[in-house]
């Protein structure tokens, strides 16, 4: 048991991106409210960044920009985590977008952010 | 180096090229690029497939100065050619056969808009289908998802906004998913492109180290691209997502979007897995389970329903099922036959929606019930309606009766599975007559009121000639089926 | 609104019974446009349901989400517990991958910055696609939220309301120089330093949101309206796909590029990356600008 927390702190990033991770996804499944959907979205996401930026940490390292010249792949951090990173960001913002586009759309037409009730209201208006 | 293998390049730049440009001009001469476009890239493809089958080699195309493990890549063979080929067909086809309701359905302002939308979607699907690297899949399936969004919401009724805020949701949650898959790939790796990923997983399951993060990988990474694709516990969005889109926009989202997210995991799992460690895991069982499930509650949603247009989205809910259920079964002969039902499904739902489209206008409903003799007052749409329908049944002459013999076939393959595969294929076609002809029967009774009025001709033409090709190509591909799978064989053998 | 405690707020907060309809203003509540075809959609916006209508499934959420949240977590920790250590050498992800990208990335590419490098020459092929999904999503909000009717000449109230608060306008007047002429040192830096692109452009967007917020968006308008905003983006793409499309193709066919990585360290130098970064930094500045107007008010 002692082993395992111990070993659970060493990796404690990961571990908290995890949690985070699994917070926004519940957020995003089963949260009524849209808005909240989309700070789930937005949880989510960045967790798997966190994870993502902590694969290419290496400890006593320096950044990957070589200011001085020495280009000695063991003294700099993995630069490609990081690069990828900057990709998922933009990505997540563009999706983050569309998400309260929509959402204000809805709101202007339903009055409510709340997806059960506004589904609710689209069936009754329908006759479904 | 034959010159056309650059085609998959200077397809996908050429389509984002021509999807900025769109946003310039007017709504017309927007069209007119995004059909040319996908003429383009159908010609290009073929021309890319003749070049596969005559090398029978597959090709690895550089993007940039740096093969891997370092620089991005293309790769394709026989099949990424030849579904990118149907892919084109088919969305031009359904541009041209939904033109009429896309000018109905569409503000007069943004119809340039949705010719950008349906270009970044094929540039979305090239690039699934040929990548060499699982992150710029990554990147494209969002591409693709917020595309094939625009083009759903892009009609701007409260239950469109409504489906097209539930397919995003649902589409979110596949690619954070997906996502959390492949870092963790990365983590025990340290390679995003599948060549290198392939062979690092192959050592790392031979030597029995990071056992759990490898079955966690592709667990997610399978789960994601499965809720994108709408398999079952997940195929809530299905219904109103194709059923209250504009006709060209349900035929491009249910005939080929998911389809590129299920080639693109078909894909990864022969390119990234290996077969070897996939069909080991023990998440090829629970794909089958959920397959089969999918198809069976499928079917029963689809006869429950009122609304032809929803039937026809939980209906490929169903067909979802089968193209899961044969991935799982094996890796020879059930990815066969689930390719085989991939092209199926691209050939037969576009037009069912299509010709739906055109029968609730004549028959002023969107109703079973109401569409009593609207068979008579559009005869092409109803004939096309019908053949697609014996398709989807599975009646001999039809694609539909190649692919459900394929799966039988391939459940010969798996003796440990072959009794609850005949008894899911034989309840879902029992099923699928019954909610299909059911409509069919409706369309060619005698009218309830005779003086009912004739459709306008109107936009007639286009429609006829997307209908007439998608006839055709049913048919020809139904009757001839052989050269095709031996086609897909050989694909298979080089993906 | 009576005193509660946190709890009942937290509460009150979680289940949504705050009325959002008397805060929003009159913008929001404008009734959505009736589509062309849809005839059986009425013009104004539907009456809420009476409470309890809908309620059926509101409390298994909870439990759901618990459920659900649990196994989750307990799933993704066992992963983590075989996961390589954090912050160690020599991990997987430590390989011959970033060697290369380090040892040779500066030769190769030109860039001081290896991050610069990798987005941007080894692995473009991402990136190009990542300013697209951007270029997506701001046509995706397009499609809903512009609103087609025509300018309406009176400025906006909120505007006129806004330009009046002295605190406001003098401090936008004295920070809006300063941080665009950041946001283009970021730019032009990103081969030499920190930055590029995507983080250049997010200042320069965030600089021209402030300026819109303080004094109104009639004044940008003369610069940045709908049609300068399209063009901008057409010739800024365009010239990414076009010139990134030259790259693979030589790249590819084993063909010498006109581009050359230069003398590293020089702010002309690394081939591509510097013009890649200010298609970049427009596109992106100008898609948080847009996206901001079209949320504000409808329109760009």
Redesign the interface.
Do not use: W
């Given at each position: 048991m002692r082993e395992l927390l111990l070993r659970l702190w060493d990796s404690r990033i990961a571990v908290a991106a995890v949690i985070l991770f699994a917070v926004g996804f519940v957020t995003l499944l089963l949260h009524r409210n849209l808005l909240k959907k989309i700070i789930g979205l937005n949880i989510m996401d960045t967790a798997a960044y966190l994870l993502l930026t902590s694969l290419g940490y290496i400890e006593n390292r320096l950044s990957p920009i070589i200011r001085s010249g020495e280009t000695d792949p063991a003294l700099y951090v993995n630069p490609l985590p990081a690069g990828l990173v900057l990709t998922g960001i933009v990505v997540s913002v563009s999706v983050t977008a569309v998400m309260l586009a929509l959402t204000v759309r809805l709101y202007q037409r339903y009055h409510s952010l709340n997806l059960d009730e506004i589904y609710a209201m689209a069936q009754k208006e329908h006759g479904v | 180096m034959a010159f056309v293998v650059n085609f998959p390049l200077f397809a996908v730049v050429l389509c984002l090229i021509c999807s900025v440009v769109s946003s310039v001009l007017p709504g017309r001469a927007a069209r007119r690029l995004s059909l040319s476009l996908c003429a383009l890239v159908a010609i290009g493809a073929a021309l890319l497939l003749w070049y596969g089958v005559r090398t029978g080699a597959a090709t690895t195309y550089l993007m940039g100065h740096y093969p891997h493990p370092w620089g991005n890549e293309l790769y394709f063979g026989i099949l990424e050619p030849l579904l990118l080929c149907v892919f084109a067909i088919v969305m031009g086809l359904c541009l041209l056969g939904g033109r009429k309701h896309l000018s109905e359905d569409l503000e007069d302002g943004k119809h340039r808009l949705y010719y950008v939308m349906s270009d970044l979607v094929l540039s979305a699907l090239i690039v699934l289908c040929c990548t060499n690297d699982l992150f710029t899949g990554y990147v494209f399936i969002e591409i693709c998802t917020i595309s094939s969004c625009g083009l759903l919401m892009i009609r701007q009724i409260g239950r469109t906004t409504l489906a097209s805020i539930r397919y995003m949701i649902f589409s979110l949650i596949g690619s954070g998913l997906f996502l959390l898959g492949v870092i963790l790939l990365y983590a025990i790796t340290g390679h995003l492109l599948m060549p290198n990923l392939k062979e690092a997983i192959g050592a790392l399951y031979e030597s029995g180290s990071y056992r759990i993060v490898l079955l966690s990988a592709i667990s997610l990474i399978t789960v994601g691209l499965a809720i994108k694709s709408g398999l079952f516990p997940f195929h809530f969005w299905m219904p109103d997502t194709y059923g209250y889109a504009t006709p060209a926009s349900g035929g491009i989202l249910s005939g080929i979007v998911s389809k590129g997210y299920i080639f693109f995991l078909l894909r990864v799992i022969f390119r990234v897995f290996g077969t070897n460690v996939f069909y080991r895991s023990g998440v090829s069982n629970v794909l089958y389970v959920f397959g089969a499930i999918g198809i069976v509650v499928g079917s029963i949603s689809a006869l429950r329903e009122k609304d032809v247009f929803r039937m026809i989205a939980y209906s490929s809910a169903a067909q979802i099922g089968y193209i899961y259920m044969g991935i799982s079964l094996s890796p020879h002969l059930g990815v066969l036959a689930a390719l085989f039902h991939i092209l199926t499904h691209a050939f037969t739902k576009p037009p069912l929606f299509l010709s739906s489209a055109q029968l609730a206008d004549v028959s002023g409903s969107r109703k079973r019930g109401d569409w009593r003799g609207a068979g008579h007052k559009n005869r092409l749409a109803a004939l096309t309606f019908s053949i697609c329908a014996f398709s989807m049944i599975g009646i001999p002459l039809t694609m539909g009766f190649v692919s459900k013999y394929r799966f039988a076939a391939a459940a010969f393959e798996r003796a440990s599975l072959l009794v609850p595969t005949l008894i899911v294929l034989a309840l879902s076609t029992i099923l699928n007559g019954w909610y299909f002809m059911r409509v069919v029967i409706a369309l060619y009774m005698p009218a309830a009121e005779a003086d009912a009025p004739r459709a306008k001709p109107g936009d007639r033409g286009v429609y006829a000639v997307s209908a007439i090709v998608f006839i055709c190509l049913n048919i020809i591909c139904g009757v001839a089926a052989e050269p095709l799978v031996l086609l897909l064989e050989r694909g298979l053998a080089l993906l | 609104m009576k005193k509660t405690g946190f709890l009942e707020r937290f509460r009150a907060w979680d289940e949504?019974r705050f009325d959002?309809?008397e805060r929003t203003t009159g913008d929001?509540?404008?009734?959505?446009?009736p589509?062309?075809?849809?005839r059986?959609?009425s013009d104004e916006?539907?009456?809420?349901?009476a409470a309890g209508?809908?309620?059926a499934?509101?409390r298994i959420?909870p439990i759901?989400?618990a459920i659900?949240?649990v196994v989750?977590?307990a799933?993704?920790?066992?992963?983590?517990?075989?996961?390589?250590?954090?912050?160690?050498?020599n991990?997987?992800?430590?390989?011959?991958?970033?060697?290369?990208?380090?040892?040779?990335?500066?030769a190769?590419t030109g860039a001081?910055?290896?991050?610069a490098?990798?987005?941007l020459?080894?692995?473009?092929?991402?990136?190009?696609?990542?300013?697209?999904?951007?270029?997506?999503?701001?046509?995706?909000?397009?499609?809903?939220?512009?609103s087609?009717r025509d300018a309406e000449p009176e400025p906006d109230p909120e505007d006129v309301l806004m330009r009046r608060d002295g605190i406001l306008t003098t401090t936008a007047a004295l920070l809006v120089p300063i941080i665009v002429l950041f946001g283009i040192y970021v730019l032009l830096n990103g081969h030499l330093?920190?930055g590029?692109g995507?983080s250049g452009g997010a200042i320069i967007g965030a600089g021209l949101i402030l300026y819109a917020i303080a004094f109104g968006f009639t004044r940008l308008e003369r610069m940045l309206n709908l049609k300068s905003f399209?063009?901008i983006?057409?010739v800024a793409?365009?010239f990414y796909?076009?010139s990134?499309?030259y790259?693979?193709?030589?790249?590819?066919?084993g063909l010498h590029t006109i581009f050359s990585p230069g003398t590293?360290g020089r702010i002309l130098s690394a081939g591509l990356i510097l013009p890649l970064n200010i298609a970049v930094g427009v596109v992106?500045a100008c898609t948080m600008y847009g996206?901001y107007s079209?949320?504000q008010r409808g329109r760009i």
């Open positions: - | - | 949504d959002l309809t929001l509540n404008r009734p959505m446009r589509a062309p075809t849809d059986t959609v916006p539907v009456q809420r349901l209508e809908m309620r499934f509101s959420y759901l989400a659900l949240g989750l977590i799933f993704l920790l066992m992963t983590v517990y075989d996961l390589p250590p954090f912050g160690a050498a991990v997987p992800a430590d390989n011959e991958v970033p060697a290369r990208y380090v040892r040779d990335g500066m190769e001081v910055n290896v991050v490098g990798v987005i020459d080894y692995r473009a092929f991402d990136t190009l696609g990542e300013s697209h999904v951007l270029y997506t999503a701001l046509t995706a909000v397009l499609i809903l939220l512009l087609l330093g920190p590029g995507f399209r063009i983006c057409l793409l365009c796909s076009v990134k499309c790259s693979f193709f030589c790249g590819a066919n590293p992106v996206l079209i949320f």
